[in-house]
Nanobody, 115 residues
Framework: QVQLVESGGGLVQPGGSLRLSCAAS????????THWYRQAPGKQREVVAS???????NYADSVSGRFTISRDHAKNTVYLQMNGLKPEDTAIYYC?????????WGQGTQVAVSS
C-alpha cells in the first residue's frame, strides 16, 4: 500500500508548540520533495513548508522562524515542528508528495490554537 498518514494535531494555547508527523508507506520520502499544506474554513489551501530530496527547506513567510520541517530517513517520516503558535495557524494540516503516478495526500490532522 502506498499512503501518507498524518498525526500530532490537537488543541493548544497561543504560544504553545506541536509536532506533526507524516509517515509514508510503500515508497521512500527521500526520493521526493515533500510539502506541508494547511486549509482553514473559508480560505484557500496554502503551502506552509517544503523539503526537497536533498533536505533543502523552504517556508511561507507567515510561518518562517516558527516552523521547522525535517525528515527521519530511518523512520521514513517527515515532521513539522510548530512553535509560537498563533490563532491564525488554526487549520487542517496535510502532507503531500507528487509522484510519477499522481499526487499523494494524507487524510489531514486538525490544529486548533485557542485560549
Amino acid at each position: 500500500q502506498v499512503q501518507l498518514v498524518e498525526s500530532g494535531g490537537g488543541l493548544v494555547q497561543p504560544g504553545g508548540s506541536l509536532r506533526l508527523s507524516c509517515a509514508a508507506s510503500g515508497f521512500s520520502f527521500s526520493r521526493y520533495t515533500t510539502h506541508w499544506y494547511r486549509q482553514a474554513p473559508g480560505k484557500q489551501r496554502e503551502v506552509v513548508a517544503s523539503l526537497t530530496s536533498g533536505d533543502s527547506a523552504n517556508y511561507a513567510d507567515s510561518v518562517s522562524g516558527r516552523f521547522t520541517i525535517s525528515r527521519d530517513h530511518a523512520k521514513n517520516t517527515v515532521y513539522l515542528q510548530m512553535n509560537g503558535l498563533k490563532p491564525e495557524d488554526t487549520a487542517i494540516y496535510y502532507c503531500n508528495v507528487n509522484r510519477w503516478s499522481g499526487s499523494l495526500w494524507g487524510q489531514g490532522t486538525q490544529v486548533a490554537v485557542s485560549s
